[in-house]
DNA sequence: CATCTTTTGAGAGTTACTGTCATTTGACAG
DNA sequence: CTGTCAAATGACAGTAACTCTCAAAAGATG
């Protein structure tokens, strides 16, 4: 590992008048929207409620959120897994690469965003259609390793071999989060993905 | 491996009249929904559209398919995967016991059903929307290995290591069939299944 | 043929979204 | 401070996937 800067996971502070209207806006419809959630659930809440809540149209509702999935599964973490990606040895196996990546990124996050992110993982657990919206194109993590692991290839179009590999590791990271959410956000999310990692390197070799 | 009845993979023909009838316009439904499908697309193929080519009203589209995806998503293998992986001994590695029972299963779906079946794949790959909705769970194969898994080690509550370890399977398995679909139906199913294993079970050594 | 049960269709209602257009509001030059 | 331009917003109309309810049609049964 090299010494690493304090991690750029999050954006800069916006500096004209508009752009800081914006980001209130946006935070606004969050939390009205999350707040919402949890009185009433998420399927029983309506756009057009949280649009009253948040004091906006629903038309601006929807230029801020695609969907009102969006609204839970959107972020801002891309750029920085990416980043945190590619910053890793090329010649490293690819797990690996991930496993520290996702570590680093993840106690990163849950220094400065812990309660946000147990909420939106618990929404994602409890909401089937949630669950299903991880894998929309928009959001997918898989799309992201897959990203990384053609670049770093240096190639044009990704193997097969590069498709089977990210969708493995996106769907055994999803499923650590998904328990550490399940379980009350209790469990050591490091020590979770550092044994689901494990096992894909052992090739399930107990089970 | 032991020798093998023709495969229950079909259910077995009705007997009243009513069921012939219900069959009948299920299959009409489907029918007139792919010929649409190809057409004019997933997208602008709207279930009035489907229900007046079917001669059904919209009321009875929805009493067939829940939702407009279960109408290419939904299938009747479910029970047949479940009896294949339960037919492997129960000592062996997971992942083999996977491997076999799947290419068995695809062979012989092959024979009979090989065109829908592409047709079906070939829309997942390119409608985003149904690829999502490959992981509602109504119809997500992960629910399916993950059953399996918790029968054979005879417990109640599937533990972590048995989700992460189906989510890892269903997504490549998935991934082979979409691959499969990609690529025109030319290649090999099996060897493609064969390939997505070998990288399972040797830790993604390569990558 | 009579009756009971299942299936169907009609219609009204909800909600997530899309597209358009006029109005408002912040940015910026003079 | 003022006028002008571009970006952001709200009002509104429309679409399509569902959901619910109820009455009519059609198969099952004795």
């Known amino acids: 590992m090299t010494p690493q800067q ?14 800081r209207k914006k980001l209130k806006t946006r935070q606004s419809i969050r939390r009205e929207a999350y707040r919402l959630f949890s009185e009433q659930g998420y399927e029983n ?3 057009e409620q949280i649009s009253a809540a948040a004091e906006v149209s629903p038309s601006t509702f929807f230029r801020y959120f695609a969907t009102k999935e969006d609204l839970v599964l959107s972020d801002e973490y891309d ?11 090329a010649d490293e196996p690819f797990l690996t690469s ?43 993590p898989q799309v992201l390793f897959l990203t990384v692991l053609t670049r770093r290839a240096g190639v044009e179009e990704p193997t097969y071999e590069m498709r089977v590999t990210s969708a493995a590791i996106a769907a055994a ?11 009350g956000g209790r469990e050591d999310i490091a020590d979770l993905v550092d044994r689901t990692f494990a096992m894909l390197e052992s090739g399930f070799a107990g089970v």
Chains 1, 2 share one sequence.
């Open 79 to 89: 750029p920085a897994v990416i980043a945190a990606l590619l910053e890793r040895p």
């Open 6 to 19: 304090p991690a750029a996971a999050l954006p800069d502070a916006p500096t004209s008048l508009r752009e």
């Open 98 to 140: 991930c496993r520290e990546a996702m570590i680093g990124l993840i106690r990163e996050l849950l220094q400065h965003e812990r309660d946000e992110l147990y909420t939106r993982m618990r929404l994602v657990t409890e909401v089937p259609a949630l669950r299903a919206g991880l894998h929309r194109s928009s959001n997918n």
């Open 173 to 183: 990271t999803a499923e650590a989060l998904l328990q550490w959410a399940a379980g």
């Open 45 to 47: 809440t309506t756009v």
